[in-house]
């Protein structure tokens, strides 16, 4: 260690031009890897924010249905059909809002968000599920009416070129409905 902090505080040009170099160029790596970190994680956010945006929409657009069941008997959306009870809730269009919002593109089976230099972005693998309360709880456990939905955001990385793998996370949102009365 002594030895290294010699060869940094020598007044010779030779031996001390090598490691400036060096420096500069750790720096720069570090730098370069910690852009890269910070652009990751905030379009990792911007997405999430943005499903999370689109299911507590789809949770408000099956208000009407849930609303009305729980005010009279505890229960969820359900509309008499027939001869029987049936289920009456909508997963509603996420990918027409994500679309809207994010202003994403469908490109071979994703919605991709473009930048001048290519793809900054692209979702897909959207899975919805919607769960109705029960139509007549027998417990004092009542499960609620709620909307989960999971897509995969793909992240190319922009450093190293193709050398690394684009980042690929599942991000996962749910929406419950609670009555307030």
């Given at each position: 260690m002594n030895r290294i902090c010699r060869l940094l505080r020598s007044k010779k040009g030779f031996s001390s031009a090598p490691w400036a170099v060096v420096l500069t160029l750790v720096s720069l790596m570090l730098f370069v890897i910690l852009w890269q970190f910070a652009r990751l994680v905030t379009i990792s956010a911007g997405v999430k924010d943005a499903v999370q945006s689109a299911v507590?929409?789809?949770s408000?657009?099956?208000y009407g249905n849930v609303y009305d069941?729980?005010?009279e008997g505890y229960s969820g959306g359900y509309k008499y059909s027939g001869s029987a009870w049936k289920s009456a809730v909508s997963?509603?269009?996420?990918?027409?809002?994500?679309?809207?919002l994010?202003?994403?593109k469908t490109l071979n089976g994703k919605h991709v968000k473009l930048n001048p230099?290519?793809?900054e972005y692209s979702v897909y693998g959207l899975t919805v599920d919607v769960d109705?309360?029960?139509?007549?709880?027998?417990s004092s456990a009542v499960k609620q009416f709620s909307a989960t939905s999971k897509i995969t955001l793909e992240v190319p990385l922009s450093f190293c070129g193709d050398v690394l793998p684009p980042m690929k996370i599942q991000l996962c949102v749910k929406s419950k409905?609670?009555?307030k009365f």
């Open positions: 507590i929409s789809t408000v657009g099956n069941g729980i005010r997963t509603g269009n996420i990918y027409g809002r994500l679309d809207n994010l202003g994403l230099d290519g793809t109705n309360a029960e139509f007549a709880p027998n409905y609670t009555p």
